[in-house]
């Protein structure tokens, strides 16, 4: 599923049709696709992204997409005939060449929507991690109003936007947090440690995204996601996988305790 490294991937993927202009805009998915603007004419002035969603700033208007489960971009060329589960496609020119680009989802959880405004979803996420760092003043004071545990607040776009179960997961074990900590328990220390591990394993996962892009393989970044059962990499005790607030959540009992080790909480 799509966290802020992937989706920053569909971004490097569609930044070079910075400067395209649109030449048409199809799908007959209804509900992949929106639309609320004219976009053909139109010029892609910026391709950007905040959190999991994705903004193509146009001369009028915006594209904005979310990958949802599945989705992902392609470009490829006008002839090229419609790839597996393509829902929208996106014919753009730039000096003279035609680039298609094609919108695939299987599952259609994602979204593509054409708007003249920013919508909701795009104005009420928080800051990006990777754009605007992480404010830790911040995400202490909003950690300390939620007694949820601190896995499920992590998730909370609004704290941190493109933070999704896998990037969450992976920052708790680094920082040596049990995912179940109540949220409000957490103090300067632990929003710092978190902040760090965050940062490290987008960073991660960003390498690895890229090697594979380039044909290479890069060290596989997960250390605890999708490892249940096998031995933590910290101290050897199996990992156990828990839900969580609804979500798959692979934790070491052994090593991750309800405080970090230089801080212990009363
Ligand atoms: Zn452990």
Request: aromatic share 6%.
């Amino acid at each position: 599923m799509p966290e802020l490294p992937e989706v920053e991937m569909a971004r490097r993927t569609l930044e070079p049709l910075t400067g395209a202009t649109i030449v048409s805009v199809a799908s007959e998915d209804r509900r992949v696709f929106a639309s609320s603007l004219d976009a053909v004419g139109r010029v892609i002035r910026r391709v950007g992204r905040r959190g999991k969603w994705l903004r193509l700033e146009l001369d009028e208007g915006f594209v904005f997409s979310h990958l949802g489960m599945t989705g992902g971009f392609q470009l490829t060329t006008a002839k090229a005939p419609a790839l597996p589960f393509e829902r929208v496609r996106l014919d753009v020119v730039r000096r003279g060449k035609t680039t298609s680009v094609r919108y695939t989802d299987s599952r259609r959880f994602g979204r593509f929507i054409v708007s003249a405004t920013d919508i909701e979803a795009w104005s009420e996420l928080g800051p990006d991690p990777l754009l605007d760092g992480i404010d830790q003043e911040r995400v202490l004071a909003f950690m300390k109003k939620r007694k949820r545990a601190v896995k499920e607040v992590l998730l909370d776009q609004a704290l941190l936007a493109g933070v999704g179960n896998i990037l969450a997961i992976e920052a708790l074990w680094g920082a040596a947090i049990d995912p179940r900590t109540p949220s409000r328990s957490m103090n300067e220390r632990d929003v710092h440690v978190i902040a760090r591990e965050l940062r490290a394993v987008i960073r991660r996962t960003l390498r690895y995204r890229e090697a594979g892009r380039h044909a290479g393989h890069g060290k596989e970044p997960f250390r605890v996601y999708g490892h249940a059962k096998e031995p933590c990499p910290r101290c050897g005790t199996p990992l156990k996988h828990i839900v969580l607030g609804g979500r798959g959540t692979t934790y070491c009992p052994g090593c991750q305790k309800r405080h970090t080790p230089d801080s212990p909480r009363k």
